[in-house]
C-alpha cells in the first residue's frame, strides 16, 4: 500500500544522495573510460587511482587496478615502486624519494608495511601508497610485498621495476636497463648483479616484463618460502647443512640455471629440503620447464653490494653494506654519503659548509700530535687527541651554524690512513650536527686558527666568513699545540660536552692502509650485526 510506495521513495533518495560517495570509495572509472575513448594515445604511467584509493589496502587497490587496466592502455614505461615500513625507513623516505625525481625517476608507488608509513606517504609527502594487507606466506611481510606485487603487477599486465630504498643512484637506471630488454623481446626479468659475485642477481632493484613466467616464477618463489613455515624457516642444503634460507638466497635457487658457451652447466644443480622431508626438492616447484623464465644480470659495475661497494666510473647505483641486511639505515646512508651518492643534493645558496683544508685529519701538520697508528688502541693519550680533534671540529660546525663536511680519513704521522667511519658512530654524529662527506670540486676559503684559540677561529668564521658557502680550516691540529687562555675554559666544557655525545671506537686494532682506498669495519656495525643474529623470526619486524 501507501506506507510501502513511501518507504521505497525513501530509499531511493539516499540512494541518489550517497551515490557520489560509494561512487568514489569504489572507484569512479567512467572518467577514465571517458578519456580513453577521446584519447587513445592516453597511457597508465604513473599509479593511477590514488586520488581515491591512497593509503588503501593492497588488496582493495589491487582489485580496483585490474579494472582501470581493462579500460586503459598499458604503457611500456615501467611503474616505479618500493617497499617502506618502520620509524628509520620512515624518516629518510621524503630525502630518497626527492633524490629519485631529481634524477628523473617518476613518482614510485609505495607498498608500505604499516598504516602509518601509508598515510605519512599520502599525506605528508604526496606520494602514492598502499597498505601491505596480505596474509604471511614467508618469514616475513617484506619478502611477501616485495615478490606478492611483482607477481600481481606483471599478471595486470604492467611493466614495473621494484626499487629498495637502501640503492643509491646519482643517474637514473632505466635506461640501462630498457637497452637490455629492447635488445631481446623475449627477456622477462633484468636484474642488476652483486659486486662481489657479479653474476648473481641482486634482488635489490629488478624490471619485470608483465609475461605469464613473470607471474609463475614469483609465485614460486612464495611458495617455497612458504613451506619453511613448517620447520620455523630451516632448510637443509646439497651439503646436508641445517640454516634458514631468506628471500636472496631461494631467488637464486629458483632461477634456472645458466650455462657456458660449452653448454654446460655453470653450478652444481641446486637442491633445497626440509629437514623433516629430505627425499623432496622444493627447488622441483621452481624448475618445472614451462616457468624457466628469461633473464639477465648486469655486470656489477652497475651496481655492487660488497662491503664497501666497488665504485668504477661506469657506476651508477651502489647497494651498500648488502652483505649485513639487518644493519641500520643509518649505516647504508652513510656509506652512501662516503662514495659519493648522498641522496641529499646540495643547495648552495641555502647550505654552509665547514670542512678542512685536506679534506682529512692530518696528523703530519703538527708534529708534536703525531701518534703510531697501527698501535692506537693501546695509547690512552693518542686516543684522547683524537677523539678531541673530532669532537672539536663537530663543535666548530655546530657553533658557526654550519655543515660538517667529515673528514673521509686519519692520517698517522707515516701517512697511512683508516677510515674516519672505522672511528665514529655515525648515528651519534647524526644526532649532533648534519654532516656530508668531502666531494671534489666545491670551492672555498681558507682560515688558518692561530695556534690554541679555536675561540678566535670560530669568530673568525661568524664574522668574516659569514656570507661564504665552503670554509676550510688549515692546520687543524694547531688548535690542540697550546690552550692556556682562560676564556677556552668554557669552550673546553662545551667540546667535552659533544665527546660525550659522540660514539667512538678506538679500543682495537685499526685497519691502516698506505693507501686512501682502504676500507675498515664501520664503528658499531658489527655490534649492530651481532643483536639481529641473523634470526628468521627477528626479521618479521624489519625494515626496509
Known sequence: GLPYVFMWITLLLTWLALAPCYRTNLVDLSNETKINKESKEKLLMDPPLMNEMCGSPWSQYQQALRLHTQSSRISTDPLLWTVSGGAEYRGYLGTILRKWEDIGLNPPLIVALDQETAYHACY???????????????????????????????????????????????????????????????????????????????????????????????????????????????????????????????????????????????????????????????????????????????????????????VFDSTICIHPLATLPFLPLEHKVATAKYLGFDPVPIVP?????????????????????????????????????????ISSLVWLAKKSNRTLILPRHVRDKDSRVVNTMSLLEMESLRETVPYRFSSRGWKHETLVPRVGRIDLLLEDIQQKMEDVPVVAVEEFCRLFLE??????????????????????????????????????????????????????????????
Open 349 to 389: 645558496d641555502e647550505e654552509k659548509l665547514l670542512k678542512t683544508e685536506s679534506g682529512d685529519l692530518v696528523m703530519n701538520e703538527c708534529w708534536a700530535l703525531v701518534f703510531d697508528g697501527s698501535h692506537l688502541y693501546e695509547h690512552e693519550n693518542e686516543k684522547n687527541r683524537l677523539q678531541d680533534m
Open 124 to 310: 605528508d609527502l604526496g606520494v602514492a601508497a598502499v597498505l601491505w594487507d596480505l596474509p604471511e606466506r614467508s618469514y616475513s611481510k617484506v619478502a611477501d610485498s616485495k615478490f606478492g606485487v611483482a607477481a600481481a603487477l606483471a599478471e595486470l599486465g604492467i611493466h614495473s621495476l621494484f626499487f629498495e630504498l637502501d640503492i643509491f643512484c646519482h643517474v637514473n637506471p632505466i635506461p640501462l636497463i630498457r637497452s637490455y630488454v629492447d635488445d631481446d623481446d623475449g627477456m622477462d626479468m633484468v636484474l642488476l648483479g652483486h659486486g662481489d659475485v657479479n653474476h648473481h642477481p641482486n634482488i635489490g632493484m629488478y624490471y619485470t616484463k608483465p609475461t605469464l613466467v613473470v607471474v609463475n616464477f614469483f609465485h614460486r618463489v612464495l611458495e617455497v618460502l612458504s613451506r619453511g613455515q613448517e620447520s620455523n624457516h630451516v632448510f637443509v642444503d646439497e651439503g646436508g647443512k641445517e640454516g634458514a634460507a631468506f628471500d636472496q638466497e631461494v631467488f637464486n635457487k629458483c632461477l634456472p640455471l645458466k650455462r657456458n658457451y660449452k653448454g654446460e652447466l655453470i653450478e652444481t644443480a641446486n637442491v633445497l629440503y626440509l629437514p623433516s622431508d629430505r627425499d623432496t626438492n622444493l627447488l622441483d616447484i621452481c624448475h618445472q620447464e614451462h616457468h624457466q623464465i628469461n633473464y639477465t644480470v648486469v655486470s656489477h659495475v652497475y651496481i655492487n653490494s660488497f662491503n664497501p661497494p666497488n
Open 483 to 544: 690552550d692556556n687562555s682562560n676564556n677556552q675554559m668554557v669552550i673546553r666544557e662545551e667540546i667535552n660536552e659533544i665527546r660525550e655525545q659522540l660514539s667512538f671506537c678506538m679500543d682495537k686494532p685499526l685497519e691502516f692502509t698506505r693507501g686512501s682506498s682502504n676500507w675498515g669495519p664501520l664503528c658499531g656495525a658489527l655490534r649492530a650485526h651481532m643483536r639481529q643474529n641473523f634470526n628468521p623470526q627477528s626479521t618479521n619486524k624489519s625494515s626496509i
